[in-house]
């Protein structure tokens, strides 16, 4: 090996760990209150932050992304088949089986790799309710197009922003696209509440029904309006989110920085793909991703575990296809030949580690140790 593993594991990512201190000082505030969840404060704190600094006119905070996703999908009454992304996390999939609707497997852009507006209209049948997308690594979908689809065939549109955080097309944040999106800030997110998630919607009025939905259909303590869930965000998580906002703008900084010297090393690098968002999109710097293709000689899964070797424990998000798994590949939109492009990109891709607090000469390190694996 020509360069040394790693004494400790790199891994994909690493929580963003505010000082315990601050933590316990928040926690303190908790206790006092005596106020532990059921939109507390910290929760309506967070709610007001949280619009502002995703740029949106309202947002519902939720217990986790999953959660948020299917209230967004009962909030719009989406029924029978809803089209979709098979390069995505089993969430985005799931909601939809949850609630018995029929996922339809759309394949993706080669270069987004997010769902291909262009092939969405030939899926569109009577029982089609809605569109749900997924703006993976941050990377927008092409929401224009989809708008016009949408509208056309008067469709519902969510799209799954759990990677999007801080996503903005031409100064627009990305939660204003579509009639509702959904961000995660489970532990592994650029921003997050350990657990947790939110639901941005252009229009404010959809607040009122969504609140509902995510506190039992409860409007008071004589009405309970409509089939609601338990989809709260605690006061512990609200508070740990109000503390890593003031952190969120150094985070970015360092991991713009660890971006770069990504860029920087692997480059022109032979069969190294890197993706990158389009001109004018701020990045979510949620993932960075390569796609390893022909040209670099050894193949992605050689380079997975030939890096374990070093200690560096990569990702393949998003291999295997959600319509590769046993509980949907009988659907007939599952059949792998209506799915090149997604099944290239699975085949690709693979996300190097990126947290801020990695050393610039620890990214030095794996990329020379990825050169190493090259095959040419
Ligand atoms: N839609 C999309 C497109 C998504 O990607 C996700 C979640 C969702 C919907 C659902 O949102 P949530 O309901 O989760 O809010 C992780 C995350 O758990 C998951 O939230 C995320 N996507 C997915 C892409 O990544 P795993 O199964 O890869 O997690 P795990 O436990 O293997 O963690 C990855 C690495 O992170 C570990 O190797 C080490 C590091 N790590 C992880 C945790 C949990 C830490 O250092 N500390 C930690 O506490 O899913």
Known sequence: MPVKPFPEPIYVTRPLLVDLEEVHQALGELWRSQWLTNNGAKHRQLEQELSGVLKVP???????????????????????????????????????????????????????????????????????????????????????AIRRIADEHHLKVVYDAAHAFGTEIAGTGIGNFGDISMFSFHATKLFHTLEGGALAFPSPGRKEQIDLLRNFGIKNEEE???????????????????????????????????????QRNLSGMPGIRIMTVPEGTVDSLQYFVIRIQEAFGASRDDVYESMKQYNVFTRKYFYPLTSDYPCYRKLPSADPVLLPMARKAAREVLCLPLYGDLAPDSVDAICEMIGSLARP
């Not at 995505?88 to 270069?111: G, K, M, S, Y």
């Open 58 to 144: 309202a947002l519902s905070l939720f217990a986790n992304g999953t959660i948020a996703l299917m209230a967004a999908v009962r909030s719009l009454e989406l029924q029978g088949e809803v089209i979709t992304t098979p390069f995505t996390f089993p969430a985005t999939t799931h909601v939809l089986a949850w609630q018995n609707i029929r996922p339809v497997f759309c394949d993706i852009d080669e270069n987004t790799l997010t769902i291909d507006p262009a092939r969405i209209r030939n899926l569109i049948t009577d029982r089609t309710s809605g569109i749900l997308g997924v703006h993976v690594y941050g990377m927008p979908c092409n929401v224009k």
């Open 224 to 262: 309970v309006l409509l089939p609601g869930i338990n989809g709260k965000m605690n006061e512990f998580q609200a508070a740990v989110g109000i503390l890593n906002l003031r952190h969120l703008d150094a985070e970015r900084k360092k991991r713009a920085r660890i971006v770069g010297a990504y």
